[in-house]
């Protein structure tokens, strides 16, 4: 069964840059497709970017490609969210997601990290 | 960017009663759409994907249709467990998009 265990909440500065992990059990990345998705308080879910494996390519929203950053460390089983210049519309639950058997149906999850961004 | 539209916002039904979703493109996905649920303080729960393909442990209770820009998710008769927020999300084009989401509450 896939696991995915994220780092605990954070709280940040507007300006500074935040760095999410998402841990998975066994060596998923290099097969499933990893994504990450935030939700603003009281908000709907947003697709931020992923990973596909099979062609070797990351995908990003166009609203957060110039900040955003997903990354993988394949030797820890480990993918990262790196998101820069946070301003106060930030502030959200950030989960990752992987899609063990179809691209883009993400059904394990992440139990969520909640970033505030406050002055 | 494919822009997926959720109608009512809110549903306020019974247990019992028979939930319908529906969830709009505004160009053809083909048949790749996905539904979640998500309860509060909880990550999404994987329930259909490609449009009717129930997820793995997933209730037969719950079922989708449709293809193309419309698409409907049916809950039939409803359990307390089932009230919860459902998202739709598209599959077909880069970026991936959710819809804004529909709330089946308690009436």
């Known amino acids: 069964q896939v696991q995915l265990v994220q780092s605990g909440p954070e709280v940040k500065k507007p300006g500074s840059s935040v760095k999410v992990s998402c841990k998975a059990s066994g060596g998923i990345f290099s097969r499933f497709s990893i994504t990450w998705v935030r939700q603003a308080p009281g908000q709907g879910l947003e697709w931020m970017g992923g990973t596909l494996p099979r062609v070797e390519a990351v995908k990003y929203t166009l609203k957060l490609r110039d900040r955003v950053t997903v990354s993988i460390d394949k030797s820890t089983n480990t993918a990262y969210l790196d998101l820069d210049s946070l301003t106060s519309d930030d502030t959200a639950v950030y989960y990752c997601?992987?899609?063990?058997?179809?691209?883009?149906?993400?059904?394990?999850w992440g139990q969520g990290t909640l970033v505030t961004v406050a002055s | 960017e494919i822009v997926l539209t959720q109608s009512p916002a809110t549903l306020s039904l019974s247990p019992g009663e028979t939930a319908t979703l529906s969830c709009r493109a505004n160009?053809?996905?083909?048949?790749?759409l996905v539904w979640y649920q998500q309860k509060l303080g909880q990550a999404p729960r994987l329930l259909i994907f490609?449009?009717?393909n129930r997820a793995t442990g997933i209730p037969a209770r719950f079922s989708g249709s449709g293809s193309g820009t419309d698409f409907t998710l049916t809950i039939s008769s409803l359990e307390p467990e089932d009230f919860a927020v459902y998202y739709c999300?598209?599959?077909?084009?880069?970026?991936?998009?959710f819809g804004g989401g529909t709330k089946v509450e308690f009436k």
């Open positions: 999300q598209q599959r077909t084009h880069w970026p991936l998009t």
């Open positions: 490609d449009a009717s």
């Open positions: 997601a992987t899609a063990e058997h179809l691209d883009g149906v993400f059904d394990h």
């Open positions: 160009q053809s996905v083909s048949s790749s």
